[in-house]
Nanobody, 122 residues
Framework: QVQLTESGGGLVQPGGSLRLSCAAS????????MGWYRQAPEKERELVAR???????AYADSVKGRFTISRDSAKNTAYLQMNSLKPEDTAVYYC????????????????WGKGTLVTVSS
């Protein structure tokens, strides 16, 4: 079993910054990609940013130029630096670890964190 522990959410004023962290723990041989998704009230969960083990990144158009995802593979930890935050960024942010393998030959499993609330408001 793998656990994802998220931290860094909170209340911030428009234009401010926050940094989210997600640490994966448990029996882990490899993680293909780690990412952040978000879900605002009455909206579907959407991809915010994703990074693979080789450093390839993908971002939602709405956050390009403002958010930066990074990863420390040795620590199985991903970070999301969020700058120039807007009220529309308000949501619960969920960490995802994709295709996690416990051993070299085991099948990959996706895991989700419990979510951390980000509120952008004056």
């Amino acid at each position: 079993q793998v656990q994802l522990t998220e931290s860094g959410g909170g209340l911030v004023q428009p234009g401010g910054s926050l940094r989210l962290s997600c640490a994966a723990s448990g029996r882990i041989h490899s993680i293909y990609a780690m990412g952040w998704y978000r879900q605002a009230p009455e909206k579907e969960r959407e991809l915010v940013a994703r990074i693979t083990g080789t450093g390839s990144t993908a971002y939602a158009d709405s956050v390009k130029g403002r958010f930066t995802i990074s990863r420390d593979s040795a620590k199985n930890t991903a970070y999301l630096q969020m700058n120039s935050l807007k009220p529309e960024d308000t949501a619960v942010y969920y960490c995802n670890a994709a295709n996690v393998r416990a051993t070299y030959s085991s099948r990959g499993i996706d895991y989700w964190g419990k979510g951390t609330l980000v509120t952008v408001s004056s």
